[in-house]
């Protein structure tokens, strides 16, 4: 606020005191002092606020007028236009005035000062001097002439100095005008002014000269003063001069004009003289600069004459070859190519009138370093005396073995896409083939120039192999969803030669450096043979390889199906176990090949015998599976499996061998016997075992009575280990006696199982022993008590053999000999003193594995049994390939010796059979003396069963061996 009751109270102070000290006919005059001090004061003041400034000044002049009775009314009228006027050319001034563009347009000042000045004040200067005239006595014409006099001629004239001040807003007189600037101005108006005093003439004629010469030599700060004071000095002397007569209105407004012409005239030198120097230094400033940056240019710049000698070189040339700016300068520039370029720029002309471009020139850097450039010319300053040639290299080495890398990998990318084994298809934006590999044009039989620019689906008709139906959009789906796509499963395309190709892989966008797509990859395999090969895999995962019925796996899942279908629906079905009965004989021996065709007959008969909504499996072995869905009862599966099995069971022809096959079928009902597969599978299994071992019965519907059975034998199992660890197996021994003087020979020893009072037989044990493979710790147990006993006995009749039934899986196990050698010899039994006994069945059925054990047993002095010789239904093949000591008929032949006939002509038969391999024969199950006087009159050696003696304890035994007497003379022991 105190910066604008300044400039208000000073303006009011200015007023007064020249309206006080002069003439009140020349009040118009004499304002302009007052003008000037507001404009400068609303030039330096935030435009927002000056209405503040404007109240205080009226304020203070209407206060001045009131208190002090100094202003007439025609006075305080002129002091609130004249604020009016100041107001005006303020704002106008703030506006739009640009004072750097007077130094570009000389006239823009002059233009300024007449739009903002001249107009301005002289509306308001007409205005004014009608409103005066009528309230005063002063003439129109005087009041108009005051203005003309004082506004016009020194406000024109201010406010240039006013404007050079207040630049940014702020008032800087000492910081704009310098000591020389104020004296040489003071000087010139000064002296002009004087001259007036003398002649106007001189006046005139000086004026013009001396603000000419000012602008001249001084210029715009010199100017602007000079101007205002001879200005100020004019106004003053014309308003003194009292004494003027009204017919001298002509000579002052020639004097005045005089003042504004010649100022005027020297305001627009000034702006031109500007104009000059500011031109002459931007052109010196852009030569500097335009030397500067091309010396300094990192880019490869030559300037040459028309000599084509160097005249200008940036610091890019002189880095690329090498050398220093002085020893290029003025040096022919074919001295720093080759002779191929050297010729290739003399031939385009160094002075030539027109561009010309050179694709490859090659420079030699100061190490003869050569540098592959493009050369770019252009011919300026063309005249009389030559002209000059710009020249601009651009260094393309690296572009050019970019290229060839380029080229190369452009190569490389060709050979590579074509010797890949996958198929390769390119599209633009809409879908249209750009490009096929060797393999894509091998699969769709076209080449890439016969499909370019069709649409991918003509090309490749893709469709799905079971539905058939066409699989489409697949490209513009990949770009529009802007996502890499897998070929949906069982995709095949058609050729247009019509063959059929099963193809998988993905389809994805190709994407520019922008980001933008440019198209789109399919890349595809060929996947015809594989997809064949894929079903035939997940056919034999799922089927029985010989018999081409589905395995366990697929059972499995039907039955779930079976089970979920039964449970939604509330209906029944039964699953079927079938065994072959004694198949393991047949393949054995008969041979593998005989086996697997006998499967596959069996099979096809099942497959016959059942409805297509049923399943036949092959479990593996000879067990196969029967899925019998939606049944009524048990009466409809009885009938269907007496069917199935009359189909079956019979005589088989197996390349010219007649066979005659029976089967065991086990049958769950669904849910009565399980409501899931699991249990399902374990009844049928069940209930079909017991059908193997219950006589004159083919089949067994489940019961709980066989879990039951089931759960005992896995008790007697615990049962049997329990026994193991608590040594609860005893050996028991059956004597083997001469079948002619009955004397003792041979000691069998065989299994007894103490279970408190009782004593179990080895019927009810050794086969469920061995199935739980705990027979080798049974018999290791029964060994470590029966050979110190031997071994005894051995003292009292040192002739004595003890035989010893070995276990097939006994024999199997890699560390058997070893191990029972050790054993017998750790007891300090001989060898020759122990015979094996190994059953025929459990023989032929591993003759392979046997053979090299039992050989092995032979040659360290073991003797080698063979037990129920004439069960195993063999071919006797096997005859030739072991080396044996010891045939045992079966107890089953020598029952039928009853003596008739034709009775007991198997026995015979086999031990006639032993006489002619030379080996030694025992009968087992001798009853009776009838049976044996038949075996020991055909040539049997031994005699074994209960006519001479049960099993007896050790101690039993070594009461017989110590009497030393014949078997027959001894009361048997019971």
């Known amino acids: 606020m105190k910066r604008h009751f300044f400039w208000a109270l000073g303006y009011v102070a200015i007023a007064i005191l020249f309206i006080s000290y002069l003439p009140s006919q020349r009040i118009w005059t004499?304002?302009?002092?007052?003008?000037?001090?507001?404009?400068?004061?609303?030039?330096?003041?935030?435009?927002?606020?000056?209405?503040?400034?404007?109240?205080?000044?009226?304020?203070?002049?209407?206060?001045?007028?009131?208190?002090?009775?100094?202003?007439?009314?025609?006075?305080?009228?002129?002091?609130?236009l004249n604020v009016l006027e100041a107001y005006l050319i303020a704002f106008f001034f703030k506006q739009h005035f640009n004072f750097e563009r007077t130094l570009s347009q000389p006239s823009y000042l002059v233009k300024c000062l007449l739009l903002f000045v001249f107009f301005p004040s002289l509306l308001l200067g007409l205005l004014g001097a009608q409103w005066v005239s009528v309230v005063s006595s002063l003439s129109?014409?005087?009041?108009?002439?005051?203005?003309?006099?004082?506004?016009?001629?020194?406000?024109?004239?201010?406010?240039?100095?006013?404007?050079?001040?207040?630049?940014?807003?702020?008032?800087?007189?000492?910081?704009?005008?310098?000591?020389?600037?104020?004296?040489?101005?003071?000087?010139?108006?000064?002296l002009t002014v004087c001259s007036a005093l003398f002649s106007w003439f001189a006046f005139a004629v000086l004026t013009v000269v001396s603000l000419a010469l000012c602008a001249v030599f001084r210029g715009f700060k010199s100017l602007s003063v000079a101007g205002f004071i001879l200005a100020v000095g004019v106004a003053f002397l014309l308003s003194i001069d009292t004494g003027q007569e009204q017919n001298d209105v002509q000579t002052t407004l020639s004097i005045l004009f005089v003042v504004i012409a010649g100022y005027c005239?020297?305001?627009i030198i000034c702006m031109y003289e500007l104009i000059n120097k500011r031109s002459l230094v931007e052109i010196q400033a852009v030569d500097n600069n335009y030397k500067h940056t091309f010396e300094l240019s990192p880019i490869m710049l030559v300037t040459l004459n028309?000599?084509?000698?160097?005249?200008?070189?940036?610091?890019?040339?002189?880095?690329?070859?090498?050398?220093?700016?002085?020893h290029l300068l003025n040096k022919p520039i074919t001295n720093y190519m080759t002779e191929h370029s050297a010729s290739l720029i003399h031939h385009m002309g160094l002075s030539g009138g027109a561009k010309f471009t050179i694709e490859e020139m090659v420079l030699l850097s100061k190490s003869n370093k050569k540098i592959t450039c493009l050369l770019q010319a252009d011919v300026f300053n063309a005249n009389e005396s030559g002209a000059h040639t710009l020249c601009f290299f651009q260094d393309i080495s690296e572009r050019q073995q970019l290229a060839q890398e380029l080229s190369k990998e452009k190569e490389l990318l060709e050979v590579t896409l074509s010797s890949i084994g996958d198929g390769v298809i390119c599209t633009d934006v809409n879908s249209h083939v750009t490009y096929m590999n060797p393999v894509a044009e091998a699969i769709l039989a076209k080449l890439t120039n016969?499909?370019?620019?069709?649409?991918?689906?003509?090309?490749?008709p893709l469709f799905n192999e079971d539905t058939l139906q066409p699989i489409e959009n697949l490209t513009d789906y990949c770009m529009?969803?802007?996502?890499?796509?897998?070929?949906?499963?069982?995709?095949?395309?058609?050729?247009?030669?019509?063959l059929t190709f099963a193809i998988q892989d993905s389809i994805s966008p190709i994407y520019g450096k922008d980001g933008q797509i440019m198209g789109s990859v399919m890349v595809f395999q060929d996947v015809t043979e594989s997809r064949m090969m894929s079903r035939k895999m997940n056919h034999l995962a799922h089927h029985d390889a010989l018999t081409g019925l589905p395995n366990r796996l697929l059972l499995q899942d039907r039955l779930i199906q079976a089970c979920k279908r039964a449970r939604r629906c509330k209906h029944q079905f039964a699953l079927v176990f079938i065994d072959l009965d004694k198949f393991k004989k047949i393949n054995d021996s008969l041979g593998h090949d005989y086996g697997d065709l006998l499967l596959k007959q069996v099979a096809e008969r099942l497959a016959g015998c059942v409805r297509a909504c049923d399943t036949v499996s092959r479990m593996g072995g000879d067990e196969f599976v029967l899925l019998l869905d939606a049944i009524e009862d048990k009466r409809h599966v009885r009938k269907v499996i007496k069917k199935v099995l009359i189909s079956t069971t019979g005589e088989y022809e197996l390349k010219g061998i007649q066979l005659d096959v029976s089967l065991s079928a086990g049958i769950a009902i669904y849910p009565d016997d399980g409501d899931n597969a699991e249990t399902l599978m374990k009844h049928a299994d069940t209930a079909m075992y017991r059908a193997k071992k219950v006589a004159k019965t083919d089949f067994q519907f489940y019961s709980a009575r066989l879990d039951h059975e089931a759960e005992l034998r896995v008790e007697i199992e615990s049962a049997i280990n329990k026994g193991i660890e608590n040594e609860e197996f005893l050996p028991y021994y059956q004597p083997i006696v001469n079948a002619l003087s009955f004397e003792l020979e041979k000691v069998e020893m065989l299994a007894r199982w103490q279970q408190s009072d009782?004593?179990?037989?080895?019927?009810?044990?050794?086969?469920?022993?061995?199935?739980?493979?705990?027979?080798?710790?049974?018999s290791q147990q029964l060994l470590h008590q029966a050979l110190p006993q031997f071994a005894k006995w051995l003292l009292v009749k040192p002739s004595l053999i003890m035989s010893i039934n070995i276990s097939v899986l006994q024999l199997s196990e890699a560390n058997f000999t070893k191990q029972f050698v050790e054993l017998v010899g750790e007891f300090g039994v001989p060898t020759k003193n122990i015979e094996i006994e190994v059953t025929e069945s459990s023989l032929v059925s591993n003759i392979e594995s046997m053979q090299k054990t039992l050989l092995q047993l032979q040659e360290m002095g073991f003797a080698i049994a063979i037990d129920d010789f004439g069960t195993g239904f063999s071919s006797l093949n096997y005859l030739k390939h072991l080396a044996f000591d010891t045939i045992k008929v079966d107890?089953?032949?020598?029952?039928?010796?009853?003596?008739?006939?034709?009775n007991g002509d198997l026995a015979i038969v086999i031990v006639n059979m032993a006489q002619s391999l030379h080996v030694n024969c025992v009968a087992e199950g001798v009853e009776n003396a009838m049976q044996a006087k038949v075996l020991a009159a055909c040539g049997c050696q031994q005699l074994q069963g209960y006519f001479f003696s049960q099993a007896l304890s050790a101690q039993a035994t070594t009461e017989l061996i110590e009497q030393g007497k014949t078997i027959n003379t001894i009361a048997r022991i019971k």
Not at 480 to 498: F, M
Request: charged share 15%; net charge negative.
């Open 758 to 778: 009782q004593l179990v037989m080895p019927a009810q044990f050794i086969s469920i022993a061995e199935d739980a493979n705990s027979i080798t710790k049974l």
């Open 140 to 190: 129109f014409t005087t009041l108009l002439l005051g203005w003309f006099e004082g506004s016009l001629i020194t406000l024109l004239t201010g406010l240039p100095v006013v404007l050079l001040c207040t630049q940014g807003g702020k008032l800087n007189v000492l910081k704009t005008y310098h000591y020389d600037d104020l004296l040489w101005a003071g000087g010139v108006g000064l």
């Open 306 to 326: 028309d000599h084509g000698r160097i005249l200008h070189i940036s610091d890019g040339f002189t880095k690329c070859l090498g050398y220093r700016r002085e």
């Open 30 to 80: 004499v304002l302009w002092g007052a003008d000037l001090w507001l404009i400068m004061g609303l030039m330096t003041l935030n435009y927002s606020c000056w209405w503040k400034t404007l109240i205080l000044t009226l304020a203070l002049s209407l206060g001045a007028f009131i208190l002090w009775d100094m202003l007439n009314l025609e006075a305080l009228l002129i002091l609130v």
């Open 891 to 902: 107890q089953s032949f020598v029952s039928d010796i009853s003596g008739g006939k034709n």
């Open 450 to 460: 016969e499909v370019a620019g069709l649409p991918f689906q003509e090309v490749m």
């Open 265 to 267: 005239n020297a305001l």
């Open 480 to 498: 529009g969803n802007h996502q890499t796509l897998g070929l949906p499963e069982l995709t095949c395309v058609k050729n247009h030669l019509g």
